[in-house]
């Protein structure tokens, strides 16, 4: 997942190498100061609460400051924290934009990473730790998609290196800043499967009461460094180098108590904001409420379906089909695509929200789909697919194709053509239904010999599915012997030679498909193969 959105958005072309260029400052963006305020305001009514580093007051004084002073004299750290600031808030305005070097935020933003060489070396001070924090910030989103592991993990440095995280007696304004780095960067180490640089252990500091970041009872910034501290040790523990040289028992034992901790966290939550109930997002007033609920909810469902998928893996002797394990991990995926209609489709979303998550989960709803056909939930989640798909349309519409939504929206359409191949005929012993799993011809002419097959291809797709989806859900799980889910066994045995004899009556005639165009890009059947399958269909019986 993160290898195609960088492709699809950071290495387009050549072109995009040029677009990021430290050595001098590009041309100065016209800002009046009417458009100033209007930004500076709507980065403190939009992003202020979830990021709350900055103090109003004294960032004014800065910005006063920095009118006084020559074009020569411009104290650099004090320009790249005010555009960024500037930055972040412009993209409220519709003057975002999706494709990296485009648009009025950008430029400013451009002036920012033009002064990145003066922020990460000595003499470091407290408004360039800030700066950096603003443009780790700015970086969340899809045109920044490569520097956003860069500024946070430098801002991480810088933070230990002037010593905020030692001191019990530091002022508001280092707690703040060094808390909002903190969760920030354990958040992202998490979903980028690497482990912190910030150690847990050394840190000797309180977490401030921060009014701003209060809604209705609930204090976001403590629960969110919570979260972090959790992210942190759930990597530690379950998915490290380290970890997989654990024994099953000692795994499992981890396992536990890390879902006990993510349940204690959850309960900590007022009920009007708490994971897992039903939510009124329409109901919050101000829209930063929203955004810091949407982020809260998938951060968890994240560490969720992280933990359940290794529980799976690890404990694979279970019957799946009703583990409590599956049980979560499908509750989860069901919520965040759920969620994901309220995600505002604009330049300013974290990729983490408008794309990572809702893939996350589609991937997971398509392999439970696949491999349990006859869940109880089956429908629900197909319906979900669906809504998944929509959401991942408007995604490629409103980023003009940058983000290549119509791959994953595909997904809905294979898992439909799969079920509707399983012909329910009634109720077989036990309650179970015979399904029909004819799979019609891969071979109809020799014209058709370079042409893919749905059916076979799904299932090639179930059978490894499980290993497949080990690149997403936020963490890569360790190698385990067995798989996530285990194969579908039909009651009935099939002749190979339906392979190719059955061609003529399948309805869903062979042909490209474009999902699989981008899963299989270089899947062919050659002269060999099909004599092969030949041979087999001539000699030999197998059970599918």
Request: with cysteine.
């Amino acid at each position: 997942m993160e290898n195609l959105l960088s492709k699809e958005i950071c290495v387009k072309s050549d072109s995009n190498f040029t677009i990021i260029n430290l050595d001098k400052l590009p041309e100065t963006i016209m800002v009046t100061a009417a458009e100033a305020d209007t930004y500076i305001e709507a980065y403190f009514e939009n992003l202020h609460p979830l990021y709350p580093f900055l103090d109003r007051q004294e960032f004014s004084s800065h910005v006063l400051e920095l009118g006084t002073q020559d074009t020569e004299d411009t104290n650099k750290a004090l320009s790249a924290l005010y555009h960024a600031v500037l930055a972040l808030g412009n993209q409220y305005h519709n003057s975002g934009s999706f494709v990296p070097g485009s648009g009025k935020s950008w430029g400013l933003f451009q002036i920012c990473l033009g002064h990145l060489p003066d922020l990460i070396v000595p003499t470091y001070s407290l408004v360039k730790l800030q700066a950096l924090t603003a443009m780790s910030i700015f970086a969340m989103n899809a045109s920044c998609i490569k520097l956003d592991q860069t500024l946070i993990y430098e801002a991480a440095r810088v933070a230990q290196y002037i010593r905020y995280h030692k001191s019990c007696n530091a002022q508001e304004s280092h707690l703040r800043l060094f808390w909002t780095i903190y969760y920030i960067e354990k958040m992202t180490a998490f979903y980028e499967s690497n482990s912190s640089v910030i150690a847990d252990e050394d840190i000797g500091c309180v977490v401030p009461a921060v009014p701003e970041s209060t809604i209705g009872g609930y204090d976001w910034f403590l629960s969110a460094t919570r979260l972090g501290r959790l992210c942190s040790m759930t990597y530690t523990s379950l998915f490290s180098t380290e970890a997989t040289l654990k024994t099953k028992a000692s795994l499992l034992t981890s396992i536990k108590l890390i879902q006990n901790r993510l349940e204690q966290w959850r309960l900590s939550v007022p009920m009007a904001y708490r994971p897992r109930e039903a939510l009124q997002l329409s109901k919050f007033e101000r829209p930063s409420t929203k955004w810091i609920v949407i982020q809260a909810q998938y951060l968890y469902y994240n560490l969720v379906i992280a933990v359940e998928r290794l529980s799976l893996h690890v404990d694979a002797e279970d019957d799946a089909d009703t583990s409590p394990n599956q049980r979560n991990l499908m509750d989860a995926a069901q919520r965040v695509v759920e969620l994901a209609p309220f995600i505002d489709l604009a330049p300013h979303m974290p990729i983490f929200v408008a794309g990572i998550m809702p893939m996350s989960a589609t991937f997971v709803l398509f392999d439970l789909v696949i491999c349990y056909p006859r869940h109880d939930e089956t429908n629900k989640n197909l319906a979900l697919l669906d809504q998944a798909a929509e959401y991942f349309t408007r995604l490629e519409m409103a980023s003009k194709g940058v983000i290549p939504g119509r791959n994953i929206a595909e997904f809905a359409t294979i898992a439909r053509h799969y079920i509707r191949k399983i012909k329910f005929d009634g109720a077989g012993p036990g309650g179970v239904h015979q399904c029909d799993f004819s799979i019609p011809d891969l071979v109809q002419g020799s014209e058709k010999l370079g042409q893919r097959n749905l059916d076979m291809e799904l299932e090639n797709l179930c059978a490894s599915s499980a290993d497949n989806m080990r690149n997403f859900g936020g963490s890569h799980l360790p190698t385990m012997e067995k798989s996530l889910t285990q194969p579908m066994e039909p009651p009935s045995c099939l002749d190979p030679a339906i392979l190719l004899e059955k061609s003529g009556e399948s309805e869903y005639p062979i042909g490209s498909h474009p999902a699989f165009d981008f899963l299989f890009p270089d899947w062919t059947l050659d002269d060999r193969t099909i004599a092969e399958l030949r041979h087999a269909a001539a000699t030999s019986e197998c059970d599918l």
